[in-house]
């Protein structure tokens, strides 16, 4: 069974540009999760997905974030305008419904210079 | 709010030494806890996790940790360390609360195995 798979695995780009990144869940697990850790700091909670809906969205730092998963499958994390602060390990997780362990994929390292 | 707290971001042990990686939480009610592990360049591998039951919990590669409530700790123990166990370890949460899914990490513990 494969799992949780991210793209890209490394983003440079510049303050002001926008940038997307990817996460596949593992194959039937409904819930989805987006993670963030800024150098330094642990690891912090963004988002949660139930299918296609967003279930909990209380860790978006702020509106130049925004995540979708049409269709209740993959998953997008755009960032737009990207700004210095937004640097760090993006992770995505999921797990099956009601369960509570979340499997995690290997992350994007985002920098913005 | 839940918060978890990793004492000591980098420990050092030497192979074939006791592992112990301390992790307390601060929650309104008992919550879900969990170890996950990252290797390097991996992503977080789930070690081991407890929701109810037994107290003591036994995880993957020979961890093993202990909820203990009055003590609001979850520590994680390994009785000797290999080099492979080099890696970071981190402590997480969740609240039991259903639909309240979201995991709360401590600052992780680099562990760095000396031979």
């Known amino acids: 069974e494969a799992g949780v798979t991210q793209f890209p695995s490394h983003s440079v780009i510049e303050k002001g540009q926008t940038v997307t990144l990817r996460c596949d869940p593992i194959s039937g697990h409904d819930n989805l999760y987006w993670y963030r850790r800024v150098m330094g700091k642990e690891i912090k909670f963004l988002l949660h997905f139930v299918k296609e809906s967003k279930q909990d969205e209380s860790g978006m730092p702020n509106n130049r974030f925004l995540a979708e998963r049409t269709g209740g499958t993959y998953s997008t994390l755009k960032v737009q305008p990207a700004e210095l602060e937004d640097s760090g390990v993006y992770f995505c997780?999921?797990?099956?419904?009601?369960?509570?362990?979340?499997?995690f994929g290997p992350g994007t390292r985002l920098t913005v210079t | 709010a839940q918060s978890v707290t990793q004492l000591g971001s980098h420990v050092s042990v030497s192979e074939g030494a006791l592992v112990l990686l301390r992790c307390n939480y601060s929650?309104?009610?008992?919550?879900?806890l969990f170890w996950y592990v990252q290797y390097p360049n991996q992503g977080l591998q789930l070690l081991l996790k407890?929701?109810?039951?037994?107290?003591l919990v036994k995880g993957i590669n020979g961890f093993e940790a202990e909820f203990k409530k009055s003590e609001t700790s979850f520590h994680l123990t390994k009785p000797s360390a290999h080099m492979s166990d080099a890696a970071e370890y981190f402590c997480?949460?969740?609240?039991?609360?259903?639909?309240?899914?979201?995991?709360?990490f401590g600052k992780g513990n680099q562990v760095v195995v000396i031979p």
């Open positions: 929650s309104s009610v008992p919550p879900y």
């Open positions: 997780a999921s797990s099956q419904e009601f369960r509570r362990e979340q499997y």
């Open positions: 407890y929701t109810t039951g037994a107290t």
């Open positions: 997480a949460v969740s609240d039991p609360v259903r639909g309240n899914n979201r995991l709360a």
